[in-house]
């Protein structure tokens, strides 16, 4: 009951980060076409000040709850199961994650340094941008479901 009530709580807060991992750097996408508008330009700064810090606070959060999934079996050993015993996949999830997360800081030090007022790349570029971490999410979701190794 433990192990199904931590691994939901994972989930719950890895979804909600990944919805900032996805929306954040269509933030920035909008701060690329609205160069010659200073307010909306503001609102969009402050949306995404807000975001990064949602996305933090959710990332470590998940991150709390990932790691008991993965270690609790040590402190925990009649509550939670080891889950990942001489499995090769998480370790392949984990560098994915660890992908996605620098992903997420790149775009986050991006929308401070237009906050500064330095140039983002093109919103064409940042559309491109916009899709890498699909193909992440993808692989972890697959690692996760099918524990090839």
Avoid: C
């Avoid at 975001?51 to 991150?63: D, R, W």
């Avoid at 709390?64 to 080891?82: D, E, I, K, S």
């Amino acid at each position: 009951m433990a192990y199904l009530l931590i691994k939901s709580l994972h989930l719950l807060f890895a979804i909600a980060w990944m919805a900032t991992v996805f929306y954040l750097p269509r933030i920035l996408v909008n701060l690329a076409e609205s160069a010659n508008e200073p307010a909306v330009q503001a609102r969009l700064q402050l949306m995404g000040r807000r975001l990064y810090k949602f996305g933090h606070n959710m990332f470590g959060i998940a991150f709390v709850f990932g790691l008991t999934l993965w270690q609790g079996w040590r402190v925990f050993p009649q509550a939670l199961q080891n889950v990942t015993a001489s499995m090769h996949w998480i370790d392949a999830k984990l560098t994915l994650v660890a992908l996605l997360l620098a992903y997420f800081i790149w775009a986050g030090r991006m929308l401070k340094r237009s906050e500064k007022g330095a140039a983002l790349p093109s919103s064409r570029t940042l559309r491109w941008f916009n899709e890498l971490p699909v193909l992440l999410l993808l692989g972890v979701i697959y690692l996760v479901i099918a524990k090839p190794f």
